[in-house]
């Protein structure tokens, strides 16, 4: 039992770069969530999803795309990537408790 | 105005003190959270509430639902309890909504 995998760990982007940052559940959580923390500052919550093919924005949405396609996956595309998307990405999924990846830290120069 | 406003920001107490942290949130939530954040990121959930009170440990976590405000509280404080603690509310669309986090540093 995994719980929840999140790829890669760490990326450089250049700017008007695009990437994909991949998160996996194995423990069939219909609710997931994609989250980004900047330096000091607490997680505000990009886009989540509450089961397979259902995804809605959160509070800071713009610059970014998700999909559920399985209830196991759900992925962060970044499109035309800027500085200002420098952070750390966390994915979670929640049924009860919520499980969190082990974060992605995103460098965009 | 948050959400979901956590006291204090930031706390440093000796070794052995009894810890307070506290969340006060406004809306109408189904559940509540409480995570810890260690120095090298990794996000832990400690517990989940709706009602009443858990305990695990030397944590304690109580929730009044009609006064929308829960505490964690920590007995016998340990170096190794230096972390971020996180509040976080479940709202009825399940959105999980967090505060700004409790920064704890106990000193030896």
């Known amino acids: 039992n995994a719980g929840v995998t999140q790829t890669p760990k760490f990326r450089i982007l250049k700017i008007g770069q695009s990437m994909t940052l991949q998160c996996t559940q194995d423990?069939?959580?219909?609710?997931m969530y994609w989250y980004r923390q900047d330096p000091g500052m607490g997680l505000k919550l990009i886009y989540y999803?509450?089961?397979?093919?259902?995804?809605d924005k959160g509070e800071v949405p713009n610059g970014y795309n998700v999909s559920r396609s399985t209830t196991e996956d759900f992925p962060l595309r970044l499109e035309l990537a800027a500085p200002s998307q420098t952070s750390v990405y966390f994915c979670a999924s929640s049924w009860t408790e919520a499980f969190f990846g082990q974060g992605t830290r995103l460098t965009v120069v | 105005k948050n959400e979901v406003e956590q006291s204090p920001q930031n706390l440093t107490a000796q070794e052995g003190e009894f810890i307070t942290i506290n969340c006060s949130y406004s809306?109408?939530?189904?559940?509540l959270h409480w995570l810890q954040q260690h120095p090298g990121g990794g996000i832990v959930s400690l517990f989940m509430?709706?009602?009443g009170k858990k305990k695990h440990g030397r944590l304690i976590a109580t929730i009044n639902i009609q006064e929308k405000h829960s505490s964690l509280h920590i007995t016998a404080s340990h170096p190794r309890d230096s972390a971020v603690y996180i509040c976080?509310?479940?709202?009825?669309?399940?959105?999980?909504?967090f505060g700004t986090g409790t920064r704890l540093t106990i000193i030896p």
């Open positions: 509430l709706s009602s």
């Open positions: 809306v109408g939530i189904s559940a």
């Open positions: 423990m069939n959580h219909n609710y």
């Open positions: 976080a509310v479940r709202t009825g669309n399940e959105k999980l909504t």
């Open positions: 999803s509450v089961g397979a093919g259902i995804t």
